[in-house]
């Protein structure tokens, strides 16, 4: 994956050496329940994680540039919508002691401009559960439109209630002319 710099961070491949890092978030209650899948329970399904993130070549380990260290990821992941489309769904997560600093929004606001402006995606899509306000917020302040309520299915967490939004090309443009 292209490595992506912003002010704060670094978005760039996983390695087995994140293990320790990914773990440190990956076994909170706050963290992969929010987003559909289940705390870790020991440092190896990390490191299976890790192994995944690789092979799949979708996710980005977010690193904390001041820190050196990783605090959290994020994907483009190719996905088939309800009506059997191909779609661009982003997905992330964030380390809960580093939340409210605005990284994650930092951090999708670089994988939207890479996707439109490297990738040539045509369209974005994301979800949150319903209730996931922290999600919520980082999705509306990163220009993403409001499509529809449904039952998102995950693999851990089973249907969950949910928002759908989308984003494309042109109202990426029209959203990047009035940021300037
Ligand atoms: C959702 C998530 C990525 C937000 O990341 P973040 O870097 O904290 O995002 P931001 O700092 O831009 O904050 C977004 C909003 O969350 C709220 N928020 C963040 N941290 C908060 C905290 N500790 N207490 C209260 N509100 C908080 C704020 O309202 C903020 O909006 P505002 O800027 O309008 O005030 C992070 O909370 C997370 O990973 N949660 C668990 C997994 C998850 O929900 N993933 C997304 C699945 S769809």
Redesign the pocket.
Known sequence: MKTLVTKRLILRDWHLKDAFDLFEYAKLP??GP??GWNPHLCIEESQVIIKRFIEQNDTWAVELTSEAKVI?SIGLHKRTDLTGNFVTEL????S?P????????EAVKAVIAYAFEELNVPLIKV???IG????E??IQ?CGFIFDQRLIYKTVANGEKPSKSYHLDFQEYIKLKGREQ
Do not use: Q
Request: proline share 0%; net charge positive; aromatic share 18%.
């Open positions: 706050t963290v929010n987003a959290g997905g992330y997560v964030l809960t580093y939340e409210g600093n605005g990284y994650m929004t979800y949150h559960f996931n306000t922290k999600s917020r980082v302040k």
